[in-house]
């Protein structure tokens, strides 16, 4: 859906986003998903100002390698549900994996996320001692995002080294989640994200716009229900037809819907950290870039071993891989550069400076 603004209202929507946006004050309506033109221009500049302000124009790079393809849950938006039958499993082999990470990642590599279908067996079995090997020959931050597990599983994978979660709630409307048959309830969902970030991860989580049916209404029940909870930062995917599954036939999201999105969770939060995910390539042209240009701060080079990565379908088997060239261009495209800072030593230096000031405000209270 496009608006088409008057010359009037797409002025005063300029002036509007190039004026002062309170820092967790701003929160986009209906009109401004859909911007596009001159009136998205200016959206998407206060957004990158607001990201250089916090960030400067720096990036942060983590490479991700998806480990194991199994899953118990059975989502309509992904080809890995456990109704393809089809689909060739494979659970990725701890020396190949640690060989790779350990000796072979690239320079600019400051952080791994380590990712699987709901696997808990790969889970404890794989991933546990993955991070222990990292943890031990690398100076890598490590990240995970495994799906809903056990909170004793959680604390074992936090004790072996890993201290960021990616726990993605998908979609803010708990109907439309049970009709997506994504995993458990949203509620359930919602319950293990606090888990977690009581537990002290850094959680970040993320949902999907142009779900089939999904209203304007409903992307922003998603952009409330991601500012209401405890996140360090949260991601935007368009919908992209999966193969294999019962959505295959339907559009791909809308990618002004997308990127306003991107802008949007940036207003609402400058301190998030918010991936520029590869999907972006499949729903625009030039897509990874207008994600950097919209606000998005972090990268991700996909290191997953060729032999397996074809199996690794969230959406579909023509994937488009950003490699660490791809990645870099696309940064260095846009004026940024890497971070030398990794993103778990990031915010451990930021639960530091936090916890510094913590005593004197008490005393003042």
């Given at each position: 859906m496009h608006i088409r603004c008057s010359p009037h209202i797409a002025s005063e929507l300029r002036d509007r986003y190039h004026g002062v946006v309170a820092s967790h004050g701003y929160f986009p309506g209906e009109v401004e998903l859909a911007l596009n033109g001159a009136a998205q221009s200016a959206l998407h500049e206060r957004a990158a100002a607001a990201t250089r302000e916090q960030f400067g124009n720096k990036v942060f790079v983590r490479a991700v390698v998806e480990v194991s393809n199994f899953c118990r849950e059975n989502c309509a938006y992904c080809g890995m549900r456990r109704d393809n039958r089809d689909l060739a499993r494979f659970r990725a082999k701890h020396e190949q994996i640690a060989e790779l990470l350990i000796h072979h990642r690239p320079a600019s590599v400051t952080d791994v996320n380590i990712q699987t279908g709901e696997d808990p067996v790969a889970a404890r079995e794989l991933v546990l001692p993955l991070i222990e090997s990292l943890r031990r020959e690398t100076p890598l931050g490590i990240s995970v995002c495994l799906g809903t597990l056990t909170p004793e599983l959680y604390d074992e994978l936090q004790s072996a080294g890993a201290s960021i979660f990616i726990m993605k709630f998908e979609c803010g409307d708990a109907a439309q989640y049970e009709q997506l048959e994504a995993p458990g309830t949203?509620?359930?969902?919602?319950?293990?994200?606090?888990?977690?970030?009581?537990?002290?991860?850094?959680?970040?989580?993320?949902?999907?716009?142009?779900?089939?049916?999904?209203?304007?209404r409903d992307v922003l029940k998603n952009l409330d229900l991601a500012r209401s909870l405890p996140l360090h930062g949260c991601s935007v995917s368009p919908f992209i037809p999966g193969e294999d599954t019962p959505l295959a036939g339907n559009p791909t999201a809308n990618p002004d819907w997308t990127f306003n999105c991107v802008s949007a969770l940036r207003l609402m939060r400058p301190d998030w950290i918010i991936p520029a995910v590869s999907a972006f390539n499949l729903a625009a042209q030039d897509g990874y870039r207008r994600g950097l240009r919209a606000g998005a701060n972090l990268v991700t080079i996909n290191m997953t071993p060729t032999d397996v990565r074809g199996d690794y379908v969230i959406y579909k088997r023509d994937r488009?891989?950003?490699?660490?060239?791809?990645?870099?261009?696309?940064?260095?495209?846009?004026?940024?550069?890497?971070?030398?800072?990794?993103?778990?030593?990031?915010?451990?230096?930021?639960?530091?400076?936090?916890?510094?000031?913590?005593?004197?405000?008490?005393?003042?209270?």
């Amino acid at each position: 859906m496009h608006i088409r603004c008057s010359p009037h209202i797409a002025s005063e929507l300029r002036d509007r986003y190039h004026g002062v946006v309170a820092s967790h004050g701003y929160f986009p309506g209906e009109v401004e998903l859909a911007l596009n033109g001159a009136a998205q221009s200016a959206l998407h500049e206060r957004a990158a100002a607001a990201t250089r302000e916090q960030f400067g124009n720096k990036v942060f790079v983590r490479a991700v390698v998806e480990v194991s393809n199994f899953c118990r849950e059975n989502c309509a938006y992904c080809g890995m549900r456990r109704d393809n039958r089809d689909l060739a499993r494979f659970r990725a082999k701890h020396e190949q994996i640690a060989e790779l990470l350990i000796h072979h990642r690239p320079a600019s590599v400051t952080d791994v996320n380590i990712q699987t279908g709901e696997d808990p067996v790969a889970a404890r079995e794989l991933v546990l001692p993955l991070i222990e090997s990292l943890r031990r020959e690398t100076p890598l931050g490590i990240s995970v995002c495994l799906g809903t597990l056990t909170p004793e599983l959680y604390d074992e994978l936090q004790s072996a080294g890993a201290s960021i979660f990616i726990m993605k709630f998908e979609c803010g409307d708990a109907a439309q989640y049970e009709q997506l048959e994504a995993p458990g309830t949203l509620a359930e969902r919602l319950r293990h994200i606090r888990l977690l970030s009581e537990g002290g991860w850094n959680v970040s989580s993320g949902f999907i716009v142009g779900l089939p049916g999904q209203t304007p209404r409903d992307v922003l029940k998603n952009l409330d229900l991601a500012r209401s909870l405890p996140l360090h930062g949260c991601s935007v995917s368009p919908f992209i037809p999966g193969e294999d599954t019962p959505l295959a036939g339907n559009p791909t999201a809308n990618p002004d819907w997308t990127f306003n999105c991107v802008s949007a969770l940036r207003l609402m939060r400058p301190d998030w950290i918010i991936p520029a995910v590869s999907a972006f390539n499949l729903a625009a042209q030039d897509g990874y870039r207008r994600g950097l240009r919209a606000g998005a701060n972090l990268v991700t080079i996909n290191m997953t071993p060729t032999d397996v990565r074809g199996d690794y379908v969230i959406y579909k088997r023509d994937r488009f891989i950003m490699t660490e060239e791809r990645v870099l261009e696309a940064i260095s495209a846009e004026g940024l550069a890497p971070s030398k800072i990794g993103l778990a030593d990031f915010y451990r230096s930021r639960s530091a400076n936090a916890a510094e000031k913590t005593p004197a405000t008490a005393v003042q209270t």
